[in-house]
């Protein structure tokens, strides 16, 4: 039996950047560490900051994580199992009861 984990590969969409400059570039790091550390690894594996979406939205992402201060960034992404790979279809924040991501709210 084969222990090792499978290595998932991060795919960033281009409107990711657009998401990331209404962003404090000062997140950028935590933002780019934490998708790398938590998404590498068993990336559709539920945890108390991971979730499946109810439905596919924005981009038809189709999980959700969360974390920083207070919980406060949102990444979407969906995943590829067969060809290990993960995509990141979009990048926001929490403001209150809003969820923003490019400068805009959307509803998740």
């Known amino acids: 039996m084969n222990n090792t984990l499978r290595r998932f590969t991060i795919m960033y969409a281009p409107i990711t950047k657009h998401h990331l400059r209404a962003i404090e570039t000062k997140y ?3 933002i780019c560490d934490t998708v790398h ?3 590498s690894f068993e ?4 945890t108390h900051n991971r979730k499946p979406l ?3 939205v924005l981009f038809m992402a189709t999980w959700e994580i969360r974390f920083g201060p207070q919980n406060r960034f949102r990444v979407c992404y969906d995943v590829d199992i067969d060809q290990s790979v993960v ?3 979009a ?3 929490k403001h209150g009861n809003r969820i923003m991501i490019g400068g ?4 998740l």
Do not use: D, V
């Open 91 to 93: 990048i926001g924040s």
């Open 28 to 30: 950028y790091r935590l």
């Open 104 to 107: 805009e709210e959307i509803q």
């Open 54 to 56: 109810k439905r596919p």
């Open 37 to 39: 550390e938590q998404l």
């Open 43 to 46: 990336p559709t594996t539920k």
């Open 87 to 89: 995509a990141i279809l």
